[in-house]
């Protein structure tokens, strides 16, 4: 493990009301414009995945990490007003951006299509993390060394190392959990191909990040194991339609909810985070399916949309019904497609024909869009 050694320096400005302060203080000039810092820090040849620079501000945190890594630094940078944020990655695919937006957490398409501006401050944090793993994709090129006794560290992993300054500094801190949650899965499945390194003032992402390693530079140490996230417990109630107010603006699709909708909400300490609807399949007995899944948010990213699904899905087999869930979205595709709780049973490409639903009012249909079908298998899997 390198031990750096980094001095900084900064101009005095010798006025009479700078030599004010020194006399009345017994401020040394000399000594307080002067900063050096002695840290251990884990080589990048290591095997890690997911590393923590924390302290209280003015202790180093930002420097150590633009001594060490230098351009993999990412700060906050200006988006364009008149472009909506998905058009933002002009040298990325769409379905790479939907990916890095997904894997932090930020999965509402109707945010997608809005400027940069007009989101919610979680919102912005997340499309800036995006951005900061955009440019991780590509392979830097190596800079010249420092000439001011910091050493620079070079990785020999083949994926890009991505440093975050103020990591969460701007959100509040469930919106935090969420997005150190969702950055640590994503990068631990693959999902996000780079290594991460926060550097943040708040010492309660350590967990939830799950981070391999942290440098506390309030004390000089590094502690080298892999944090556990706590677990996540969440509450599910059978709930009225009224509760689809706060959540139906979340949603991808326009239609409103059906009235004869059985709703439930998903809590996590207290507050709602998750809703879901089922109804009936049409022309088949004790068999439904999922018409509405919305997570609000600030709390996407941590698997708590899925965790309520499954519990309502158990729930309905449990009374012997089968239970469907037909979704275009990425994220939910991906998780059925992996977990053994799922089973595929339909893709169309283009939807539901619209003429197998013209007698039923009301009913929206897939008509139009790639969709990909699962039904729960819960239990009946793990007896076979």
């Not at 900063?35 to 890690?48: A, G, H, N, Y």
């Not at 919102?123 to 993390?129: S, T």
């Not at 699709?253 to 909708?261: I, N, Q, V």
């Not at 509405?292 to 019904?321: F, N």
């Amino acid at each position: 493990m390198p031990i750096t050694e980094i001095q900084v320096t900064c101009p005095v400005f010798d006025s009479f009301r700078v030599q004010q302060i020194a006399g009345m203080f017994d401020v040394s000039l000399s000594e307080k414009c002067t900063e050096r810092f002695k840290v251990e820090v884990p080589s990048l040849e290591e095997p890690w995945e997911v590393g923590l620079i924390v302290g209280p501000s003015g202790s180093g945190k930002s420097t150590i990490a633009s001594q060490l890594f230098g351009e993999t630094l990412y700060r906050e940078s200006a988006w364009p007003a008149d472009l909506a944020v998905i058009d933002c990655f002009e040298n990325l695919p769409v379905r790479q951006v939907i990916e890095l937006f997904t894997a932090v957490g930020f999965s509402s398409p109707p945010s997608w299509v809005k400027p940069y501006q007009v989101l919610s401050t979680g919102e912005r944090f997340r499309c800036d993390l995006a951005r900061a793993l955009s440019l991780g994709r590509e392979p830097r090129a190596e800079s010249p060394e420092p000439d001011n006794g910091g050493s620079r560290l070079l990785t020999l992993d083949a994926r890009p190392l991505v440093v975050f300054d103020e990591f969460t500094s701007v959100v509040d801190r469930n919106v935090a959990k969420a997005c150190s949650t969702a950055i640590a899965k994503g990068i631990r499945r693959g999902n996000i191909p780079c290594r991460f390194i926060a550097v943040t003032c708040h010492y309660d992402v350590a967990e939830w990040l799950e981070a391999d390693w942290v440098l506390d530079m309030a004390t000089g140490q590094l502690q080298r194991r892999r944090l556990r996230r706590p677990p996540i417990h969440v509450e599910v109630y059978r709930c009225g339609m009224a509760a689809w107010e706060l959540f139906k603006r979340h949603h991808y699709l326009s239609g409103s909810l059906a009235p004869g909708a059985q709703c439930f909400l998903g809590l996590w300490e207290g507050n709602p985070v998750t809703f879901c609807a089922t109804l009936p399949v049409l022309t088949k007995k004790n068999h439904r399916r999922f018409t509405r899944i919305v997570t609000l948010p600030d709390y996407q990213g941590m698997g708590i949309g899925m965790k309520v699904v499954v519990a309502v899905a158990d729930k309905l087999r449990s009374e012997g019904k089968r239970i469907n869930v037909t979704s275009s979205h990425p994220a939910l595709i991906r998780h059925c497609k992996h977990s053994p709780l799922w089973k595929a049973v339909n893709v169309k490409k283009t939807g539901a024909s619209p003429r197998g639903t013209e007698r039923f009012k009301n009913y929206r249909s897939s008509s139009g869009r790639a969709v990909v079908s699962f039904e729960y298998l819960g239990e009946v899997w793990k007896a076979e």
